[in-house]
């Protein structure tokens, strides 16, 4: 059983387009992020999600918008596609204790994503 | 200054060799702390957690010294399969909020 699955694993498509991307754990954890692994390998947090509430919002375009229909799901949506979007992006969920303190965080296989 | 700091590397050592790393973090709110590994082309995945006494997984020991603010991963009598990248998270008090830092890049070689 995929604990932290992601839809499509690779995605080309053009500049200016729309895409979306989509997360879903089945773990049971009340915390949801994406993360943005761009082509120097650095993994940079953009959002996230507690209890379907944002709670991080990283300095991200507003071209970027997540939408957490539920606890289980955190999706992306880019509008207008920009070169500088081709990255690869991870989804990751974990259940963090009241207060904060100590928990892992899962993350999924990651979408590579290409703007051509 | 980063809030998370690591050795850039890479570390290219031959198999046998007992290889450490550093990584430093900078907000003395930081609550938890961890190493990470992640393969080329793969997701992140917990190594393992870091506590103040220290603590030991086989060939792996990590070490924290919130004094310091400064974490540590040994890793002894490195195998082939332990090249990766390793990554240093810290989490801060409150939901959600991890930082990583840049990672170090580790190559062990025949």
């Known amino acids: 059983d995929t604990a932290v699955s992601q839809t499509p694993k690779y995605l080309v498509t053009q500049m200016g387009n729309d895409k979306s991307i989509k997360c879903e754990q089945n773990l049971g954890h009340d915390t949801m992020y994406w993360y943005k692994q761009d082509s120097k390998k650095f993994l940079k947090i953009m959002f996230s999600?507690?209890?379907?509430?944002?709670?991080i919002n990283e300095t991200v375009p507003n071209r970027f918008s997540p939408k957490s229909p539920d606890k289980a799901h955190l999706n992306l949506h880019i509008n207008s596609l920009e070169l500088g979007d081709s990255a690869v992006y991870f989804c990751?969920?974990?259940?963090?204790?009241?207060?904060?303190?100590?928990?892992?965080?899962?993350f999924g296989p990651g979408t590579r994503l290409t703007v051509t | 200054r980063k809030e998370v700091e690591q050795d850039p590397g890479p570390f290219n050592v031959p198999e046998g060799a007992t290889v450490a790393f550093n990584c430093t973090y900078s907000?003395?709110?930081?609550?938890?702390f961890f190493w990470y590994r992640q393969d080329c082309r793969k997701e992140p995945k917990l190594l393992m957690s870091?506590?103040?006494s220290g603590n030991e997984d086989g060939r792996f020991t990590a070490q924290l010294n919130r004094a310091s603010q400064y974490i540590s991963l040994l890793i002894r009598d490195s195998k082939l399969s332990d090249s990766a990248t390793y990554l240093c998270v810290v989490n801060l008090r409150g939901a959600g909020k991890s930082t990583f830092g840049d990672g170090t890049t580790l190559t062990v070689k025949p």
């Open positions: 907000n003395s709110a930081s609550q938890s």
């Open positions: 870091v506590y103040s």
């Open positions: 999600y507690n209890n379907k509430e944002l709670i």
């Open positions: 990751a969920s974990s259940q963090v204790p009241m207060g904060g303190g100590h928990y892992e965080q899962y």
